[in-house]
């Protein structure tokens, strides 16, 4: 028995002719000439050192080694087949797992409707999300631990691809009490002599710096008297009354209590979500994740989920 020179098209050959029980008719499902078939199936009974059909002038039937075959050549094809199927789709970005980072303020932007739609179209995709500080995403994207991510004014990154998908301005928030609370906006200059709580520079030195230098074009430094890892904290303790907070205008989709957002006169200054992945990254599902990213971003809805 020499099996070391058994090919799938030996298997389709033999699954047609089994299943038609006719040589001319399997020939003319497979598109290929009637002697040529007929050899070939010779050649696999050859090959396995037994006889797969019985052929007489009036018909063709299976014996029982052909029998077993078929079955097993059933499952074989279909194996194969999904086997090819599934490389294909992981080639496709279709399939297989990906890690997403995102920051907090992200999630008040269009990102959600973009995840929403990405787990429709690649439903076979195990989408994996995790919520980081930008400075602590950055450290699991170059490392490897995340795959892509959503920052804010990261900056350039050694090792990184970072792109903004959505651009807005800052916004200034008080408590309802203060006295700048009835103002429809603000110059940056009104906050000068106010306490206020920012998220700490560990948490994004870009983006904190940004921020400061808003305050600092304005003739000053923040006076910075608590800080809070979260948006929805910072935005609370203001309704507090324990300061005042520049933040992007994303966080007004908040709506704490007590706490209301102003627009700044200040049109220089504005802070981005960005989109981020390994500068040398080729893999289909990053790619295709990002390219719809930029799609969804791209339709002027960043501040609408």
Same mark, same amino acid.
């Given at each position: ?9 030996? #298997? +389709? ?7 038609? $029980? ?7 499902? &497979? =598109? /290929? ?107 699991? #994207? +170059? ?7 959503? $920052? ?7 090792? &990184? =691809? /970072? ?143």
């Amino acid at each position: 028995m020499d099996l070391s020179s058994i090919e799938l098209r030996h #298997l +389709r050959y033999f699954v047609a002719v089994a299943e038609e $029980l006719h040589f001319g008719r399997a020939a003319q499902r &497979l =598109h /290929i000439a009637q002697p040529p078939l007929s050899q070939q199936i010779r050649r696999l009974e050859e090959m396995l050192g037994c006889t797969l059909f019985l052929r007489t002038s009036r018909e063709v039937r299976l014996t029982a080694a052909g029998e077993e075959l078929l079955e097993r050549s059933r499952q074989t094809l279909r194996k194969i087949g999904d086997d090819c199927t599934a490389a294909l789709r992981i080639g496709r970005g279709e399939a297989g797992v990906l890690r997403v980072g995102f920051i907090g303020s992200g999630m008040l932007t269009a990102l959600p409707r973009m995840l929403g739609r990405y787990r429709r179209l690649y439903p076979e995709v195990d989408l994996q999300l995790r919520e980081f500080s930008t400075s602590g995403l950055v450290q699991e #994207l +170059r490392n490897g631990t995340v795959d892509v991510g959503f $920052l804010r004014d990261a900056g350039p990154v050694e090792e &990184l =691809h /970072i792109e903004p998908v959505f651009t807005e301005p800052f916004v200034a928030a008080v408590a309802k009490r203060h006295r700048l609370a009835e103002q429809k906006s603000i110059s940056p200059r009104s906050l000068r002599d106010e306490p206020f709580v920012l998220f700490s520079r560990s948490y994004g030195d870009v983006a904190w710096r940004r921020t400061v230098a808003l305050c600092e074009a304005h003739g000053y430094l923040p006076n910075v008297v608590q800080e809070a890892p979260q948006w929805l904290t910072i935005l609370s303790l203001v309704g507090a009354g324990l300061g005042v907070t520049i933040a992007p205008a994303c966080v007004e989709r908040l709506r704490v209590a007590n706490t209301v957002c102003l627009r700044l006169r200040e049109k220089h200054h504005s802070t981005s979500l960005e989109l981020a992945y390994r500068d040398t990254e080729k893999r289909p599902i990053v790619l295709a994740f990002a390219a719809l990213a930029r799609e969804i971003f791209k339709k002027g809805i960043g501040g609408r989920g």
